[in-house]
């Protein structure tokens, strides 16, 4: 039911409805009738934003044309450049060195050979103050790897802080051995450890590296090490064997490729190899036992004499091949730093020297092929004997010998040997080209055939350059020069029965691939006849079996020895004037069947007896022996020839 109606609320005169009046503080207060009506406020306007925003808009344009711009250089324009750059900054090239092949005797004894061992090296730009937070880290890192590796500090400091700043790759050192590395890696291992655990520290040493190298070995020293030669600082032969088939030793290197990360391999990014191919192994011709046996014979003597150098050289007389070549003093190719720079090489090839009496065998060879004579002619040799510019003479004073041809070899009458030499030719011109024809067969002024660096081939002057004294002296051996290996082929040409073979240091190769290449056959000269040949063997079993002979301190119980001694003056290399003696002693045995040639030559002996067959001779024997037991060649059994030395007028 609805309720009373409610009362209508009074207008004013106007009819405008009044607020009725209330208690409340906020009740409207009434306009009274006829009171003036307040003044209205004025309106606020608000300024226009379009202006901002094309300000804005046109600012955010260009940024963004700017970014655009230059993100289209990036990976369109520049893409390549980029990408090679971030990728040579990513990855990391190192060379895979390739395993040296090894040196073995006739035998397969190691000689040379490659162990395992480490290339130190580094990243320079890991040593930057920018990587380590340091100003000196090079010099911090070198202050510890110089002690370890034996290397300068201030030569350290200049490699970890290159010229080039993108250099990525240096080396400290090369071929150090494990136990370098080790103590490397241990170090690197404490500074990681301590920059853990103390922030205020770096690891100078993370930007160092170690590449797989070999260090070459001579697990005999100084044996054979004339032979051999060495390996420089770069790893190349630096004499003997290993320079001269250094191509085929060395191998062929490789390479690995892998992405690295604060100097560490990421293992997740692949890498790439090229596998490196390992040199080819060399087995030479040598015997070490023989090798040694030379080599311990010739150091005593040279010791006990007090000379400057000698030599030995043993080679097989009807291959050519060459079982020992010894020098005194030699040098260790393992320690280098201590040795005589004089001492290094192979003086057995490389000196040149007047060879005197060992070299009538050739003359005597030429008179017996020109059947200018025979053994058992008779020269009658006067006590002095004037020939051009020269009054000549034997090595000791004597009355008139009556010798046979025989008799001139085995007394080494140089007077002798002049008269025979001069029924070579109608003329002395003529008889010295003949001479000279058949030294220049023996192999004299010329290489002998081995390509060993260094060697020489002697000096052998043309016969219309011999000077008025030289026409007399090159028959008996002064006047000309050769090496120690020249010598011994002369004797193994006639031991050859007058068939020159070259002399060999190499038996053959292996490969990485395991095929073993034998060395090309050696060239061959017949030089003289086997009938002449025959019968120089004969005389030469004269000097050392005659009592009257000049080699008897070379005879071997049970064999047949053929020899001849030696006693030249010696130019002094320093002042290129005579003084002193070249002693020497060249043979082979059996006299009758001939297997082995042993050449000995001692260079101015000060102490004792400088003559050929004193000190030369026991060296002959010595080694002579011990290589016919190694090689198990018995004696023949054979008879000497006997043949005589002297006539009765």
């Not at 136990?179 to 500074?191: C, E, S």
């Not at 070899?409 to 011109?429: C, D, F, P, R, V």
């Not at 000190?615 to 016919?628: D, R, S, T």
């Amino acid at each position: 039911m609805p309720g009373p109606p409610k009362p209508p609320r009074p207008r004013d005169p106007k009819g405008a409805v009044r607020r009725q009046p209330g208690p409340g503080p906020g009740a409207r207060p009434v306009r009274r009738p006829g009171a003036p009506r307040p003044a209205a406020a004025p309106a606020l306007r608000l300024g226009s934003p379009r202006p901002r925003l094309r300000m804005v808009g046109l600012a955010l344009t260009l940024v963004l044309t700017v970014f655009v711009g230059r993100l289209l250089q990036v990976q369109a324009v520049d893409a390549s450049a980029y990408a090679a750059k971030a990728e040579q900054n990513r990855y990391v090239v190192h060379t895979l060195a390739a395993e040296r092949g090894g040196i073995t005797d006739r035998n397969g004894v190691a000689l040379a050979i490659s162990e395992d061992a480490y290339d130190i090296t580094a990243d320079p730009t890991m040593f930057t103050s920018k990587q380590l937070k340091v100003d000196d880290g090079p010099e911090q890192a070198a202050a510890l790897l110089a002690p370890i590796l034996g290397r300068n500090q201030a030569d350290l400091v200049k490699l970890l802080r290159p010229a080039n700043k993108e250099l990525r790759y240096v080396r400290l050192a090369t071929r150090q051995t494990p136990q370098v590395w080790k103590q490397i890696k241990d170090l690197k291992a404490a500074l990681t450890a301590k920059t853990g655990t103390d922030h205020s520290t770096v690891n100078v040493l993370a930007g160092v590296f170690a590449d797989p190298s070999s260090q070459r070995v001579y697990p005999n020293g100084d044996l054979a090490a004339g032979i051999l030669g060495w390996v420089n600082a770069d790893g190349r032969g630096g004499g003997g064997i290993e320079s001269q088939l250094d191509k085929k030793l060395t191998g062929k290197d490789g390479k690995i490729r892998y992405a690295q990360s604060g100097g560490r391999e990421v293992p997740t990014a692949g890498s790439t190899e090229t596998p490196a191919v390992a040199g080819s192994d060399v087995e030479l011709t040598i015997d070490r036992d023989i090798q040694w046996a030379a080599q311990n014979a010739i150091t005593e003597q040279v010791k006990q004499s007090r000379a400057d150098r000698g030599y030995v050289v043993v080679q097989d007389t009807q291959t050519g091949q060459v079982l020992a070549m010894a020098n005194s003093p030699g040098f260790d190719p393992n320690d280098l730093a201590s040795a005589d720079a004089a001492d290094l090489g192979n003086a057995a090839l490389q000196d040149a020297y007047e060879p005197g009496s060992t070299a009538k065998v050739m003359s005597m060879a030429a008179v017996l092929e020109q059947n200018a004579a025979t053994p058992l002619t008779h020269v009658v040799v006067p006590n002095r004997l004037h020939r051009g510019d020269r009054l000549f003479k034997d090595d000791v004073d004597h009355a008139t010998w009556y010798l046979t041809l025989n008799g001139v070899l085995a007394k080494s009458s140089n007077i002798g040997t002049i008269l025979a030499a001069g029924q070579l030719g109608k003329t002395q011109e003529q008889a010295n080209r003949v001479l000279y024809s058949y030294l220049r067969k023996f192999g004299i002024g010329s290489y002998s055939g081995l390509g060993f660096p260094g060697e020489t081939k002697g000096i052998l002057a043309a016969p219309d350059k011999w000077s008025t004294s030289q026409q007399y002296t090159i028959p008996f051996g002064q006047g000309f020069s050769i090496n120690a290996m020249q010598a011994a082929s002369v004797y193994s040409t006639i031991a050859n029965g007058g068939v020159r073979v070259e002399p060999t240091l190499v038996r053959g190769t292996k490969g990485a691939d395991g095929r073993y290449t034998p060395a090309a056959q050696p060239k061959k000269t017949r030089v003289i006849s086997a009938k002449t040949a025959k019968t120089l063997a004969e005389m030469l079993e004269s000097v050392v079996d005659d009592e009257q002979g000049t080699g008897a301190k070379a005879a071997i119980p049970g064999y047949n020895v053929a020899g001849k001694t030696g006693t030249a003056n010696r130019v002094d290399p320093a002042t290129g004037r005579y003084r002193g003696y070249t002693s020497s002693f060249a043979g082979f045995a059996p006299a009758d069947k001939p297997r082995i040639t042993v050449y000995c030559a001692i260079q101015n002996a000060t102490a004792g007896s400088y003559f050929g067959g004193q000190i030369c001779g026991p060296i002959y024997k010595q080694v002579m022996e011990f290589a016919l037991k190694t090689l198990q060649i018995p004696p023949t059994g054979a008879k000497a020839a006997g043949l005589p030395v002297d006539y009765k007028p």
